[in-house]
């Protein structure tokens, strides 16, 4: 069974700092991991990575992928408040009749405090 | 992307009743998903809505729990049937766009009493 997990679960920072959250894999099928930001109700797609050690980059929020040791990492530089969220990393199945299912990590509670 | 819309937003329900929730694309998709978050949960598949053909359901739905409908490429709706407080939870319809990319709709949040 496909298999994601994220860390750490949840994560209390300050404005402007730096932080790093990690999402490690175990799926058969392989060929994309995204990473999505949950405020209220709905995810929004912040990144779709495929190949390894291509940096992925949007404003403050970079991510990068490792295939060989199955993990990815999302940076977010600079936080503010607003970045206050849940992240969330899925791996899509990319074969078999489960084609398109997204596996979902546990997700990060990320708090920025001003 | 595509704009992707969910009716209702949010609802309070009597337990043994049920809910159809409505997922509509502004373009025509292939792949239509429903997921569902149960409170403090990350997201869980149920079923991927098939235009034309059954839905196909993760194991633990059932399609007399949760039928699914989808007419057409840009519609889908959910039922969720003979509810318990159990089924309290945020309902979300996702299109796949762009290779393994998926886009979520707005969600619905169901209370159950």
């Known amino acids: 069974e496909d298999k994601v997990v994220q860390s750490p679960l949840s994560l209390v920072v300050h404005e402007g700092d730096t932080v790093t959250l990690n999402c490690s894999y175990e799926?058969?099928?392989?060929?994309?991991l995204l990473w999505y930001k949950q405020e209220k109700k709905a995810p929004t797609f912040l990144f779709m990575l495929?190949?390894?050690?291509i940096e992925k980059k949007s404003g403050r929020l970079s991510s990068i992928l490792d295939k060989k040791e199955l993990f990815s990492i999302l940076n977010i530089t600079a936080t503010q408040t607003g970045d206050s969220a849940v992240y969330l990393c899925?791996?899509?199945?990319?074969?078999?009749?489960?084609?398109?299912?997204?596996?979902f990590g546990q997700g990060t509670i990320l708090t920025v405090h001003p | 992307s595509a704009v992707i819309s969910q009716k209702p937003s949010r609802d309070i329900c009597q337990r043994g009743t049920s809910l159809t929730i409505q997922c509509q694309v502004d373009s025509q998709v292939t792949m239509m998903f429903w997921y569902r978050q149960q409170p403090g949960q990350s997201l869980t598949l149920i079923a991927t809505a098939n235009q034309g053909s059954e839905a196909t359901y993760e194991s633990g739905f059932v399609i007399d729990k949760f039928p699914i409908s989808r007419p057409n490429l840009t519609f889908s709706t959910l039922t969720v049937s003979n509810m318990s407080p159990e089924d309290s939870s945020i309902y979300l319809c996702s299109v796949g766009i762009y290779q393994e990319t998926q886009y979520f709709g707005p969600g619905t949040r169901l209370l159950v009493l």
């Open positions: 799926v058969t099928n392989f060929r994309s």
């Open positions: 495929t190949s390894s050690g």
């Open positions: 899925a791996v899509p199945n990319a074969g078999g009749t489960s084609y398109g299912k997204l596996t």
